[in-house]
């Protein structure tokens, strides 16, 4: 922990700024909230992850140093006590289902009166089922019970709401729907620096862009599969930007096929807003989402999108189809043919950057204020 500066505002506490969606978003707050005047602490449990080195200097970087792995994460309740009691935040947010359970306890035996506000990111009810039965039985029991200890719950689309809702019970009237903050003039800045990549170059074949961890749940072998269908009709090549324990499948799905010639696997990049303005179609394909962060952003460069119908997000950032198609999970020929249609698109990028100002950082941050009843203060 840096400095004894005045007493915060808000703390967000989050496990690390590794490269997630909630960790965007935490990032983008923190940024946006002391660009706002307010004192702002990052509360880690480990001070990791590629998105540490955008955090703006003036807000105060508060690192447990722990060496998280496998049911870990709680080791942070006692130091988050400590950090309670010794900084007295105002206001405390935390995010992702086990970090707001440490949350809550924290505030109960640090016995300090601060405002707390709990932000879940993800589809609770179909991301608990790869835990083992004691685990689901016992993160079940611990939302029903502590999430009545809060004073507000943001659920970050109303799929993520209706879900949470159906767990927490008699909490239920604590949640409130606040989409997320992921367009920001930063990321807009970001996507029109150079892009070395030779297929980006003019004249070559359309890309059609994928991004995210290289996972199960963002089922990049349905948009690998659809590709080598649109490819046998069209010239084009795929990239999916990302790294993760399925890179070996895929690979081997890719030259199961034929295609590794026009498919690129980069890994992780820092700046992929620079391949979305570029991409000719940009594809989320995953079986669910808590938002979906990466369409909100590749419509705020004016790239045309196609998503599955997962739960939850795609559904309310497309507004039901009308800012781009929306397919079921799995399909690969309904996926195929709806990068098609997007390929042949005529659809303008200002209609697509004007939908994707909802998700702004401006405009979302005076949510999260007036929620947070940061105003009062």
């Avoid at 449990?45 to 200097?57: I, N, R, T, V």
């Avoid at 009166?113 to 609770?124: G, K, Q, Y």
Wanted: charged share 25%.
């Amino acid at each position: 922990m840096r400095g004894n500066a005045n007493t915060p505002d808000l703390a967000l506490f989050i496990p690390t700024l590794g490269g997630g969606g909630a960790e965007r978003v935490f990032l983008n707050l923190a940024n946006g909230f002391v660009e706002r005047g307010y004192r702002v602490d990052l509360v880690l449990a480990s001070a990791q992850g590629s998105y540490l080195s955008e955090l703006d200097s003036r807000v105060q970087l508060v690192d447990f140093r722990l060496r998280l792995g496998k049911g870990r994460l709680a080791l942070s309740l006692f130091p988050l006590i400590r950090y309670l009691r010794q900084r007295k935040p105002k206001v405390l947010l935390s995010a992702l289902t086990e970090a707001n359970i440490i949350a809550v306890l924290s505030r109960i035996f640090s016995f300090i009166p601060i405002r707390l506000f709990l932000s879940e990111h993800n589809t609770f009810s179909i991301a608990v089922k790869r835990r083992s039965f004691l685990k689901k039985l016992l993160l079940i029991f611990g939302l029903r019970i502590l999430y009545r200890n809060v004073d507000g719950i943001i659920a970050v689309s109303d799929g993520v709401a209706s879900d949470l809702k159906r767990i927490i019970g008699r909490a239920a009237d604590k949640i409130k729907v606040i989409y997320n903050p992921v367009v920001t003039p930063e990321m807009i800045e970001k996507s029109e620096e150079p892009l070395e990549h030779p297929w980006f170059a003019p004249g070559e074949p359309p890309v059609i862009l994928g991004c995210g961890r290289l996972t199960a749940p963002k089922d990049f072998e349905t948009l690998i599969r659809a590709f080598a269908l649109v490819r046998k009709e069209t010239p084009c090549r795929l990239v999916i930007l990302g790294e993760g324990e399925e890179r070996q499948r895929l690979e081997e799905i890719i030259k199961e096929l034929g295609i590794e010639h026009d498919v690129d696997l980069p890994g992780f990049v820092s700046n992929p807003y620079k391949y979305m303005k570029r991409a000719a179609v940009f594809v989320l394909s995953s079986k669910w989402e808590g938002f979906g962060n990466v369409l909100a952003e590749a419509m705020a460069v004016g790239t045309p999108v196609v998503s599955t119908d997962c739960p939850s997000g795609p559904r309310e950032i497309l507004e039901n189809g009308k800012y781009g198609p929306l397919v079921p999970v799995g399909d690969v020929k309904g996926m195929a043919e709806a990068i098609k249609l997007a390929l042949r698109s005529s659809v303008s990028g200002s209609f697509l950057c004007e939908r994707a100002q909802a998700f702004s950082l401006v405009d979302v941050i005076k949510q999260y204020e007036e929620y947070l009843g940061l105003r009062k203060f």
